[in-house]
Every structure is written in structure tokens, then in C-alpha cells.
């Protein structure tokens, strides 16, 4: 019976650490970076008001965005309303604006209506000013779409690392072709997808093994520019491709 209680005590503290909201910048960058293996969506919404709070948000503006497309993905559509009730009650400006942004990038209309909903109650300048817009101008679904910019490359690694959908990848890797025959800023998105596949091919097998079962697929000029990037992920297994708490194509 000691063994037992033993047991059980030792696996609620796991689950309990599993569960843990991050409380520094490696914790919260470990826990992003492995969300697509191990999910929890139960720490979405302290996870994204520690971002929203944290150094990360204020140093690296540039990552907003993609960080919004990794918390969209990442939780459940019944979730939506949950969120805006949290961010209402004690939220930092910094987590509600942030918090617009995720139901912005998500696209869908029960996310439209909170943001109306925001306009209506939450009455800080910047909210205000923000609101409109937003509902003036539909975010771009580079999983739909496919990627327009460099940007995008970031935007479809952060829904990767959030759900794992593949579909994210084969957009990333279908812009290899600019390399060959784009022009002007579509080469620099070609050669952005280039480095952002073989950087998180080497530092993830997941990555690997997709880019692999999209070489067997293709032929031609895209048969051989996946198979330089699966050549040169093996060369640097190691690769590190993350800064500032999340997986960047434009870096």
C-alpha cells in the first residue's frame, strides 16, 4: 500500500511538471518547440498571457504574428469564448492586444464576433484603434493560400510546431521552385523556405521524415531541391533553428 501511494504521488508530481505553465523564456520556448509531440492544451491560455507579459513579446515584435498563428492553431474552437472571458478579467493590455491577434489570424466568424465583442467592452485607446482594422482586413491563411512572403514561412512553421499538420510543411516546400524560377523577391522566399526546411529538418526527424516522403513524390527541379535539403539536414543534425521562443523561416 506504500508503494502504491508512492506510485500515485509520483505520478500526479509528473503530471503536474507535464502540465506546468512556463514561468521563464526556456521553459516557455522548450514547451512551444514540443507542443506538436506532446499537446496540453489545458496551459494555452496562461502560456500565451506569460508571452504576451514576458521579454519575448517586447524584444522580438517581428515573432508576434507567427506566435498569434501558433496560439490560433493550437486551441480548440470551443475555446475561443473561454480566452476573451480570461483576458477580460485581470489581462495586461500587452495580453489583450495579443489576444486579438489570435482570434484575428484564426479567420473564423465565432473569432470575428469576439473581436466585435472586444470593441464594444474593452475601451484602452489602442484596442479601440486596433479593432477596426482587424475587421476591415481578413488575415491571409498561408495553409490555404500558400506562402506570399518570408513571413508566411514563419506563419506556416508556427501552425506546424502548434498542430503537427503536414499540410504546412508541403506549402513551405512548394515555394523551393523560386529558386529556379522566380523572380526578384521570390527567390529570397524560395531561399528562405530552402534554409527554414533544412534547419528544422536537421534539428526535428519529424521535419525529416516529411521532406522525405515529399521527395519520393515530386520529380524534376523540385525532386532535386528536396534532396538537397535532406542532404544537408543530414550534415548538421544539430542544427539549431530557434530564436526567440519559436521556429523562424526568416532568420
Known amino acids: 500500500m506504500v508503494f502504491r501511494a508512492l506510485f500515485v504521488l509520483l505520478a500526479s508530481l509528473a503530471h503536474a511538471q507535464a502540465i506546468a505553465c512556463p514561468y521563464s523564456t526556456e521553459s516557455y520556448s522548450e514547451w512551444m518547440q514540443n507542443y506538436f509531440r506532446e499537446p496540453n492544451p489545458e496551459v494555452l491560455f496562461c502560456s ?80 479601440q484603434a486596433m479593432v477596426p482594422k482587424m475587421l476591415g482586413q481578413k488575415a491571409w491563411n498561408p495553409l490555404l493560400g500558400g506562402p506570399r512572403s518570408a513571413g ?29 524560377d522566380g523572380h526578384g523577391i521570390d527567390i529570397a522566399i524560395g531561399g528562405a523556405a530552402r534554409w527554414s526546411l533544412t534547419s528544422n529538418a536537421g534539428r526535428y526527424p519529424e521535419v525529416r521524415s516529411i521532406v522525405i516522403d515529399l521527395h519520393k513524390q515530386a520529380s524534376g527541379v523540385q525532386r532535386s531541391l528536396l534532396q538537397e535539403v535532406i542532404d544537408a539536414s543530414a550534415e548538421n543534425p544539430h542544427n539549431q533553428s530557434v530564436q526567440s521562443g519559436q521556429p523562424s523561416a526568416s532568420r
Do not use: C
Request: aromatic share 14%; net charge negative.
Open 48 to 127: 500565451l498571457e506569460y508571452y504576451s507579459d514576458s521579454e519575448l513579446f517586447a524584444d522580438y515584435p517581428n515573432a508576434r504574428v507567427p506566435t498569434a498563428y501558433f496560439f490560433a492553431s493550437a486551441l480548440p474552437n470551443d475555446q475561443y469564448a473561454s480566452l476573451f472571458s480570461v483576458l477580460s478579467k485581470n489581462a495586461s493590455l500587452e495580453s489583450k492586444m495579443f489576444g486579438l491577434h489570435v482570434f484575428w489570424v484564426s479567420g473564423s466568424s465565432a473569432a470575428d464576433d469576439l473581436i466585435m465583442k472586444a470593441g464594444d467592452e474593452w475601451k484602452e485607446p489602442r484596442i
Open 152 to 180: 508566411d514561412l514563419d506563419n506556416l512553421w508556427s501552425i506546424f510546431f502548434a498542430t503537427g499538420d503536414r499540410q504546412a510543411i508541403r506549402e513551405i516546400a512548394g515555394v523551393l521552385s523560386l529558386l529556379e
